[in-house]
């Protein structure tokens, strides 16, 4: 079986954001699918800290302090971009006018709910930023993830044991081993890694899968 | 005669009282009002309960006023960071408050306050930890918590230009909590990199009117080694 690494799970995101789309790309993996966006095509990415129309990191020497994403990297506008505040830029995010964001997760349960700001071990420090807002507000809800912990247990389950971001607001979930789409009657595969069967990923996942439905 | 420049970060802020509420803008160092801060900690009011997104990075700023043991409590959505060591150990040695507030929850309260909204129904964390004991409701198909504003006794922000009116413009991402931080507090101080003569801001691209803002400071910015 081949597992696709961070830039293949990245470009396999970024193949599903569709023209003119206004999206909003989590910290940490999802930003990666910035740069496999198809150039073909115009997406506008969203930051929370109140910015449209994001474009490629800036060259080294050209960063400036005050033009930064979520993640607080430097980064460059595009022609066509904007500033707003932070309360215009949850609106748009609560009063779903993001098409997609792509997030990344500890846990995705069957049901679509998510796991990914707090571990819930007593000492651990809570921080969650503006997930909650973009689980509950985007139109599409994206998951981005390893399909298993370093220690080899699923990360799609039955029920989430951490504490939770969102309840049934996940679309569809990528990992380096398939994709597949949330949906009122459970689990649907779309793609699979290469070499491996539906058994096998159903086996490792824990959780009934229902069968391929190849998008194009 | 209307004029809200101060001669001085410290003149600006030797009013603040020990146990007041302090919106501090900023979202990193975009925005960060880092002389006021400063003057902040010089003042030495303590016992305060500070607003802003994080909690402090590295050494400076919010995270000198924590680290000098000023703060009571923190209302913030994301204090954990790599560089929140000043946060973390006050944090876990049980001197510092956290109330911690989805990002856009905390920008809806902030902007409540200074628009006069008693509470608001958000779909934001329902079903999570972070709305339990909270009233909810159900409206047509969805579910709602109900929160409530944020209100200040002061807020530190940081912007680009202003006239002595109070008129401000910011510049790219540094606005973030700006505007909606200038309204919800009694007392909005800004530090700024220019003031300019009246008439000079073109109407059309002020982001807050001075209506919101009671002092102005300008803090000339560090120039660049060349």
């Known amino acids: 079986m081949k597992k696709l690494d961070r830039n293949q799970m990245a470009a396999r995101v970024a193949r599903d954001i569709p023209d003119g789309a206004y999206v909003n790309l989590g910290i940490g993996l999802p930003t990666l699918v910035a740069d496999h966006l198809p150039k073909d095509r115009e997406i506008v990415l969203h930051s929370e800290n109140g910015v449209l129309g994001i474009g490629p990191r800036p060259a080294k020497g050209m960063e400036d302090e005050d033009l930064i994403n979520a993640g607080k990297e430097p980064v460059t506008l595009l022609k066509g971009g904007s500033f707003f505040h932070h309360a215009d830029s949850f609106g748009m995010i609560r009063g779903r006018h993001l098409d997609y964001c792509v997030l990344g997760a500890f846990q995705v349960s069957v049901a679509g709910d998510i796991a990914n700001w707090h571990t819930g071990a007593p000492d651990a420090i809570p921080a969650v930023g503006g997930a909650m807002d973009l689980a509950v507000g985007a139109k599409n809800v994206l998951v981005m993830m390893e399909h298993l912990t370093k220690e080899g247990k699923s990360k799609i389950v039955e029920r989430c044991s951490y504490p939770l971001t969102g309840a049934r607001c996940v679309n569809r979930i990528y990992t380096d081993l398939a994709v597949i789409d949330v949906k009122a009657d459970g689990l649907h595969v779309v793609d699979l890694a290469e070499g491996l069967s539906l058994a096998e990923l159903e086996r490792l996942t824990g959780v009934p899968l229902k069968g391929l439905e190849f998008a194009a | ?226």
């Not at chain 2, 994080?54 to 919010?62: E, F, I, T, V, Y």
């Not at chain 2, 910011?170 to 606005?175: F, I, K, L, S, V």
Request: proline share 4%; with cysteine.
């Open chain 2, 1 to 226: 005669m209307i004029d809200k420049f101060i001669a001085s970060a410290a003149a600006a802020l030797a009013d603040v009282a020990d146990g007041a509420t302090v919106m501090i803008g900023g979202f990193g160092n975009a925005g960060m009002p880092a002389e006021l801060i400063d003057a902040l900690i010089a003042q030495g009011a303590k016992n305060l309960t500070v607003v802003n997104n994080n909690a402090g990075n590295a050494d400076a700023g919010l995270a000198a006023l924590i680290g000098a043991k000023r703060v009571r409590k923190i209302i913030c959505s994301f204090p954990r960071q790599t560089d929140s060591w000043h946060f973390d150990k006050a944090y876990r040695a049980g001197e510092l408050e956290l109330e911690l507030v989805p990002q856009g929850t905390l920008a809806e309260r902030i902007r409540a306050a200074g628009a006069g909204i008693g509470a608001f129904y958000t779909p934001t964390a329902f079903g999570t930890r972070l709305a339990e004991g909270k009233e909810t409701r159900c409206i047509g198909e969805r579910d709602y918590v109900l929160e409530y504003p944020i209100h200040a006794d002061y807020a530190l922000i940081k912007a680009d230009r202003a006239d002595r009116w109070g008129n401000l413009t910011y510049r790219m991402t540094a606005r973030n909590f700006g505007p909606i931080m200038a309204a919800a507090a009694k007392c909005t101080v800004v530090q700024v990199r220019e003031t300019v003569q009246l008439g000079e801001l073109d109407p059309e691209s002020v982001v807050t009117p001075g209506i919101f803002v009671q002092r102005v400071v300008r803090i000339a910015p560090l120039r660049k080694a060349a």
